[in-house]
């Protein structure tokens, strides 16, 4: 019989990064003059398991290498001198995808729905604001708070993100502000030089704000018609790791129906091409169940909207697909045993110290 925490860890364990991620990685570290093999050999990666770049490795080991990686050479910046290392291929056939856009606004939409190519162990989104477009990413956490990885895979990720931007936007180009979720480092002068803007640590999250100008200025070498050959090799391959990967693909689709209120089983269960029968057994064999995967992506959605002052209460209850404000409320309390009301409370309180 499955405890609570058995349940927990076997919905992490599927998260997973693709082997190029882990090709950087070994690279990197390997700069520094530590030996990748050693330091792979610690959490039970093989040297000839990270030569092959269509491999993918858990998120979760992936997370020990990054702290490993830190600690052993002992740079604060490890994340981000390993990602503003990173080239197209770092990402594989999506990172040729991205190279082949035609503005840094549909490199940016490619990422949010390709990025399973990349990793599965977080959710993407891009938002448009008044005077700026918002790139953000988030780990997936449990109910207990733990993360699918490490924030140093994110801080990496945002590094190699930028830095994609420039090979295909030019190296002048400069967001208007990052978010990390990192510990504010005791010396900033990397982060500073290589992001040329304002940045704020110890979020939730990773964020990138980008001005509508750069975002929507036109970049003469895209090339539509190879974005399209390579967008058939990268739907074939999220297609074939998704009847592996059954709770990521589940959560895909319940993210995407949550606006629409009641969420049908049936209905997803058919999307992924099984029974309802089929799908509920699956879950049951790798330790979860519809109903806790919903619950999962609810509150981990509702732990992002909560924040974001411009989202009433009663609009986020709807955004998450409760048919009422009460039910939201309950739920909310449910997570945090607070309202989430006194929860944005609490959040805003040291802002105002």
């Known amino acids: 019989m499955k405890t609570p925490s058995d349940t927990k860890k076997a919905e992490i364990s599927e998260y997973t990064v693709i082997n190029s991620w882990l090709s950087l990685f070994v690279e990197s570290i390997e700069s520094y003059n530590c030996d990748s093999n050693i330091i792979?050999?610690?959490?039970?990666?093989?040297?000839?398991?990270?030569?092959?770049?269509?491999?993918?490795?858990?998120?979760?080991?992936?997370?020990?290498?990054?702290?490993l990686g830190k600690s052993n050479t002992q740079d604060e910046a490890f994340g981000l001198h390993t990602g503003a290392k990173a080239h197209p291929s770092s990402f594989n056939t999506l990172g040729l995808l991205l190279c082949c856009c035609d503005?840094?606004?549909d490199q940016f939409e490619s990422w949010v729905k390709y990025g399973a190519m990349f990793s599965t162990a977080g959710y993407n989104r891009l938002q448009e604001h008044e005077q700026y477009y918002s790139y953000q990413s988030r780990l997936h956490r449990d109910k207990l708070g733990q993360a699918s990885s490490n924030p140093i895979a994110l801080d990496a990720t945002v590094a190699a993100i930028?830095?994609?931007?420039?090979?295909?936007?030019?190296?002048?180009f400069k967001p208007l502000k990052v978010l990390l979720p990192i510990r504010k480092p005791k010396r900033q002068d990397a982060y500073l030089d290589y992001y040329r803007c304002p940045i704020e640590y110890g979020h939730e999250g990773i964020e990138i704000q980008i001005s509508h100008q750069d975002m929507e200025k036109a970049i003469r070498h895209g090339n539509a018609g190879l974005k399209q050959k390579l967008e058939i090799l990268v739907e074939s391959y999220i297609s074939q790791q998704d009847q592996k990967d059954l709770i990521h693909s589940l959560r895909q689709l319940i993210e995407e129906d949550l606006p629409e209120g009641k969420i049908q089983q049936e209905r997803l269960a058919k999307k992924l091409h099984l029974s309802t029968r089929s799908m509920q057994r699956q879950l049951q064999q790798r330790g979860t169940c519809f109903n806790e995967l919903l619950d999962d992506v609810r509150r981990e959605h509702a732990m992002v909207l909560?924040?974001?002052?411009?989202?009433?209460?009663?609009?986020?209850?709807?955004?998450?697909?409760?048919?009422?404000?009460?039910?939201?409320a309950r739920s909310f309390r449910r997570w945090t045993n607070r309202s989430p009301l006194q929860f944005r409370k609490l959040i805003d309180k040291p802002k105002r110290q």
């Open 103 to 105: 503005s840094l606004k």
């Open 162 to 172: 930028i830095k994609v931007c420039r090979i295909h936007a030019g190296d002048n």
């Open 40 to 67: 792979l050999k610690e959490v039970g990666i093989s040297s000839d398991f990270a030569r092959y770049s269509d491999n993918r490795v858990s998120a979760k080991l992936m997370g020990k290498l990054w702290q």
């Open 306 to 328: 909560i924040r974001q002052k411009q989202h009433s209460i009663v609009a986020i209850g709807e955004q998450l697909g409760f048919s009422s404000a009460s039910n939201f």
